[in-house]
């Protein structure tokens, strides 16, 4: 019988090869050590049955094929640490391991050691990395690993590892253990604690094996409940018979054990010569600013606004390159070698055009995308990305949110679906499914090839002010969602935060280099998946309609997508869009699938509506030529980028046509009908609606794994109302002195609306207050 019920049923893994584990609390290095040593050889997926992100590689020892599974990041593997922590747990618990490498923060041993002391518990071999002993070193340590080592029974293994400073000793280290298996000298409670362990362990499943002695700990520490009534009554009797002889709780002479331990460990690897180095003072200063109550969030909004700069403008420098060079090659190249095979020309354009010009748009967003990744794994690396996180932590709870739900906001304006995912950090229940909600509203790097089409067009001498300002209004409304539905539908307070602030340190660039990688991977392959068959439909759609003789070929004003499209002008009137402007209703509609696309559905539109012959440029393409154009723009493209600080997007320095349709990944024909459909009023609604407006299809299938199909249908409900109501507002505002009375109604209709909604809300939260118990269960499935 298990102990605990999120155990019953679960089957062991089996790994076909010798493993490694890497295991460590937050912050510790565990990355820059997975990366040392699986380099480019990494899988990124879930966890069998959970969305807790899974890291594998691959590394040759001793001429041998050996796995390296990086596990989630956890303090302790007892309880109270959410779903990463049960993971991590249970595959130690249920996995045959051949060794765990245990990494732990040797400026910050004696805290990283109480994980340490658990790990021993489950009786694999293991060995010790002490990661960042020159951070030790700068404190005014000593470090002694020998002595260590020997108390300890397993390897110790000192390491800088963002330096690479180690590698090879570490690897040698390890042939070693693999080969020795050795499994240490675990802590010894006091008896009456060894006796009840034993007597638990007995109880719940027979042999006391490591599994049972980790799950009779939980059970008499209080971080488990007993599955059975029968196991309930012996705890009970344990934990009154242990109160009885040493007059103290069961659960801290525990926590008294382990953490003496860590202390007595830590003060025989470190002794304290005194001497406190420049970098020890360097971070005290920095964090008097840093983490100063009245420039903290200041200074975050900055560096976030500084990153936008750096990564869209110097992004800008290759943007070109990657944009003409992927054209010539994806969609003339193609084109033309198509034409020679004879294929007729609607085949074609299905395939140069909409399934060549997706992937075309995708590839040209790479170096913008790519550096964003890059700066954003930097400042996580450096250690200010946790420092950020506690100076927001004011204003978070004050939203109900604990300060670490930031971190999934930021990921967000990268990617919605990883920014979901990542909200598993957060250990409350109720915290991360508003932390989930608010994921959709951060602007992601997709929309940007969006904002950028209008802003060339209509806010050409402040469009990087006038994107920057999107990404704050869905910021702003991301907090005052997660705000009103803590005050409602999730009544609660949000648990304290704590987190542990690393170092300042210069990262480590092969690392950064990885972790970007890795998302910018995972951007461009669920991108590119989605991009084929979208392309495929949407240029089938604009060449079929339904006439008076059934379904004909016809013109792209008469085909399924025009009727379609025209059916639904009617719903967005109000917000400015006319009737003879449908193609921007299409690119919406495309947007909801995949918000990559609604600027490559656009210029299929307008091709196809302005151009006689889609063919002419597959007939005779120079690809030498336009590949020799691409090159020459990225020097040109370095002097804009000097030149152009203070516009992230560079858009004051667009006065021809040309870098007009380069900047945004938009045809000229699609650049003349949006200035032709639109005017700044309405088009800087219809970017509102862009913004908040249902996202993608892969964002909702993350939402629905991680909060349920109630809350995804919720979200997606609210968000393209909230995204209709403001645009409808913002142009009903703009244009009040033009009908007034019309306009009057329309406000005050989205204003009594919006009221209604807060009631509803505040009725399912007192309902589901009424029954707490059922209400905990369903917010915290997953």
Known sequence: MSACHENQGRAAPVLSEQ??????????????????????????????????????????????????????????????????QRVA??????????????????????????????????????????????????????????????????????MVARK????????????????????????????????????????????????????????????????????????????????LISDEDPADLVMDRRFSWAHDMAGIALQDHGKKGLREKINHHLDRIVLNEWLGVPIFLLVLYLVFVVSFSGGNIFLDFFDQASAALLIHGTGHLLLLTGLP?????????????????????????GLTFLFLAFLDDSGYMARAAYAMDRLMRRMGLPGNALVPMVIG??????????????????????????????????RLTIYMAFAVVFFRSNGGQVVFALYVLGIVVALLTAWLLGKTALRGEAMPFVMELPPYRLPSFRSVVLQSWQRLKVFIFRVGKVIAVIGLVLFILPGIGWTSQGLRSTDIDHSLLAQGSQALVPIFAPMGIKTDNWPAVSGLIAGAAAKEIVIGTLNGIYQRQNAADLMADYRQPDIIG??????????????????????????????????????????????????????????????????????????????????????????LLYGTGLAWGTSTLIFQAGTFVAHPAASLAWIAGILTSFGLLIIALRIYGRRQEASPAASLKKQAAV
């Not at 000793?169 to 080969?179: D, F, G």
Request: glycine residues 10%; charged residues 20%; negative net charge.
């Open 19 to 84: 493993s490694i584990v890497l295991a460590g609390n937050p912050n510790c290095g565990k990355t820059t050590v997975f990366n040392l040593l699986t380099g480019a050889h990494q899988q990124v997926g879930n966890w069998p049955g959970v969305t807790v992100e899974k890291r594998s590689g691959s590394l040759q020892l001793a001429k041998k094929k050996v796995s390296v599974i990086d596990l989630p990041g956890v303090y302790s593997l007892m309880g109270g640490g959410g779903e990463d």
């Open 89 to 158: 747990r249970d595959f130690l618990l249920d996995t045959p391991v051949d060794l765990i490498v245990n990494i732990v923060d040797a400026s910050n041993l004696e805290r990283h050691l109480a994980l340490t002391a658990e790990l021993l518990e489950t009786g694999h071999p293991m060995l010790l990395i002490m990661n960042m002993t020159d951070e030790a070193e700068a404190r005014g340590w000593k470090l002694h690993c020998a002595e260590l080592e020997n108390a300890l029974g397993i390897p110790v293994v000192p």
């Open 164 to 243: 690479n400073k180690g590698r090879d000793y570490l690897l040698q280290r390890m042939i070693e253990a693999l080969q020795k298996k050795p499994q240490g000298h675990p802590i010894v409670y006091p008896v009456p604690v060894e006796e009840a362990l034993q007597t638990l362990g007995t109880a719940i499943s027979g042999p006391n094996t490591a599994r049972t002695r980790v799950d009779a700990l939980r059970l008499l520490d209080g971080s488990a409940q007993p599955s059975s009534e029968q196991n309930a009554k012996i705890l009970k009797d344990l934990r009154r018979h242990i109160e």
């Open 345 to 369: 020309d609607w085949l074609i354009s299905v395939i140069a055009g909409g399934v060549g010009g997706g992937l075309n748009l995708v590839i040209s967003f790479i170096p913008p995308i």
């Open 413 to 446: 304006f990268g990617c919605n679906v990883p920014a979901i995912m990542g909200a598993r950090i957060i250990e409350d229940p109720r915290g991360r499914i508003l932390t989930v909600l608010m994921q959709p509203f951060m602007s992601c790097s997709a």
């Open 626 to 715: 336009q590949l020799r154009d691409a090159l020459m723009t990225i020097p040109a493209n370095a002097l804009t980028f000097i030149r152009t600080l203070d516009d992230p997007l560079g858009l004051s320095a667009m006065t021809s046509t040309t870098e007009t349709e380069q900047a945004s990944g938009a045809e000229s024909a699609t650049l003349q009908a949006i200035a032709a459909g639109f005017t700044p009023l309405s088009a800087f609604a219809y970017l509102v609606f862009v913004l908040l407006y249902v996202p993608c299809a892969s964002t909702m299938g993350a939402l629905r794994r991680e909060v349920g199909w109630g809350w995804m249908g919720f979200s």
